[in-house]
């Protein structure tokens, strides 16, 4: 079993809908959850970060953290074509703090205008 | 603020040869981490240094090796090099709260 698992898409979402991106970890102690954001041919970029359970909002972006379920998930409001992209879900397993990241393999998300 | 920075951008080496990739973390931070994203593939973990330590290795074989200066940055060197090896190398720093921030990465390419 993968430690992090992403649905890899492609995901089509029309211009100003919602985009929803989910993500599963199998490291039931891991308590600090991340969001990158990787244009191709680019380096990932850090859009959000969740340590506790519920919603975090940052503008468009809304990240879910269900630690019972083992399950995050990454909401785009008001989808934008420049929000294309892979979307990289990663876990700190061995708690907070600095740590190696497991990453997802990325979800591949298309806006279409 | 700057940002994580990498050098150089683009590596063409030829098989067999050593490559020496650089990164140079954000200031204050003393943790840098190498991660190898093949074409198509997602990140592997390489190595995670912080205060000069080799904390973590991931699954690679021994002719990956890197160090950690003084001055927290870091240099990652492949020897022998493969066809395979042929990647995007990644280097990150992180804060104290793990948030890990990644440079514009170096592109090798292995002829």
């Known amino acids: 079993q993968k430690e992090v698992e992403q649905n890899s898409g492609p995901l089509s979402v029309p211009e100003g809908a919602i985009a929803s991106l989910n993500c599963t970890y199998s490291d039931r102690g891991s308590q600090s959850f991340f969001w990158y954001r990787q244009y191709s041919g680019k380096s990932p970029e850090l859009i959000m970060s969740i340590y506790s359970n519920g919603d975090k909002e940052d503008g468009r972006f809304t990240a879910q953290l269900n630690k019972a379920s083992q399950y995050v998930s990454l909401l785009i409001r008001d989808s934008q074509p420049s929000d294309s992209a892979t979307y990289l879900c990663a876990v700190n397993p061995g708690g907070q703090g600095a740590q190696k990241l497991v990453f997802g393999q990325g979800t591949r998300l298309t806006i279409n205008p | 603020e700057a940002g994580v920075t990498q050098s150089p951008t683009h590596l063409i080496k030829t098989r067999g040869q050593q490559a020496t990739l650089r990164c140079s973390p954000i200031s204050g931070h003393t943790s840098v981490y190498w991660y190898q994203q093949a074409l198509g593939l997602g990140l592997q973990f390489l190595l995670w240094?912080?205060?000069?330590?080799?904390?973590n290795r991931g699954n690679f074989p021994p002719r990956f090796s890197g160090r950690q200066f003084p001055n927290y940055s870091s240099e990652l060197n492949v020897n022998a090099l493969e066809l395979e090896d042929s990647a995007l190398y990644l280097c990150?720093?992180?804060?104290?709260?793990?948030?890990?921030?990644f440079g514009p990465g170096t592109r090798l390419t292995v002829l």
């Open positions: 240094y912080d205060e000069g330590e080799e904390r």
């Open positions: 990150a720093s992180s804060s104290k709260w793990g948030e890990q921030f």
